[in-house]
């Protein structure tokens, strides 16, 4: 039911196309994430219709995304995650599938809370095994490519709205799935969505507002933890309890034994 009503409040956000957004990429940023149900979030983007565009490409307003997290073989990046470091890095793979896209990037956050982001193309997701990436990591992470592997494959579909000011990106991910790639196993959370504020810093958000009003409240978690907590039962996990209870909550998805 709540598909086909969000369906109908994006046919009346005017559209900005993927090119004009190219000026609102913000690769070096503040990021604020919040986790929702998809209940809230028909009474969210009502209150955003008159102050944001939603991109679009080749006519759709939501697209599919699919990543694929890389780790070394002992969870470095995620145990920086749930050991409380306030600088940490992710290193993803990331097919932005709507615009044929494929990009391995590094997201770096610093003891200020700033994200910053750079990236490089590539052919394929199976196709990071090369000199380039190697160069690529070397100047860029904390991590050499020989030292990773494969980890966490998640897919979700992404409604991204920027405000009218071009200040501020807004994306909004569900239908989140989660598959690990060693072990194979899955998880899915159909009711849960995903709220990031991305911006160039702590400035006046009509979103920060309209979040507030339906107590919708930062969380810090990120799709790679949620994934290796949901599909990998041996990683350590102390930290993210409390959180794993709220998002199976909103989520209305058991799944207990991992808490």
Do not use: W
């Amino acid at each position: 039911m709540e598909e086909k009503v969000i369906d109908t409040i994006l046919k009346s956000f005017p559209s900005i196309s993927l090119s004009e957004m190219e000026g609102v990429r913000l690769m070096n940023r503040i990021d604020t994430k919040y986790t929702t149900t998809s209940e809230q979030l028909v009474c969210f983007l009502r209150l955003l219709q008159k102050d944001y565009y939603i991109q679009e490409i080749n006519g759709k307003r939501v697209s599919p995304y699919r990543t694929v997290y890389l780790d070394t073989p002992g969870l470095s990046m995620y145990l920086a995650h749930q050991n409380g470091r306030k600088t940490r890095e992710k290193i993803r793979m990331r097919s932005y599938i709507d615009s044929c896209r494929t990009f391995l990037e590094i997201k770096d956050k610093n003891n200020k809370g700033r994200t910053r982001k750079v990236r490089m193309p590539l052919s394929s997701m199976n196709s990071y095994l090369v000199t380039e990436a190697e160069v690529f990591l070397y100047e860029h992470a904390s991590f050499q490519l020989q030292d990773l592997t494969l980890q966490v494959e998640n897919q979700f579909n992404r409604i991204t709205l920027v405000n009218r000011e071009k200040t501020e990106r807004l994306t909004i991910d569900t239908d989140l799935c989660f598959r690990h790639l060693s072990s194979g196993k899955e998880q899915s959370l159909p009711g849960l969505v995903i709220i990031e504020l991305k911006q160039d810093g702590n400035i006046p958000s009509r979103a920060k507002v309209n979040l507030s009003q339906l107590h919708i409240h930062p969380v810090s978690i990120s799709k790679y933890c949620l994934g290796m907590l949901l599909t990998n039962p041996e990683a350590k996990r102390n930290r993210f309890k409390k959180k794993l209870t709220q998002i199976n909550k909103l989520a209305n998805y058991s799944y207990g034994y991992i808490i």
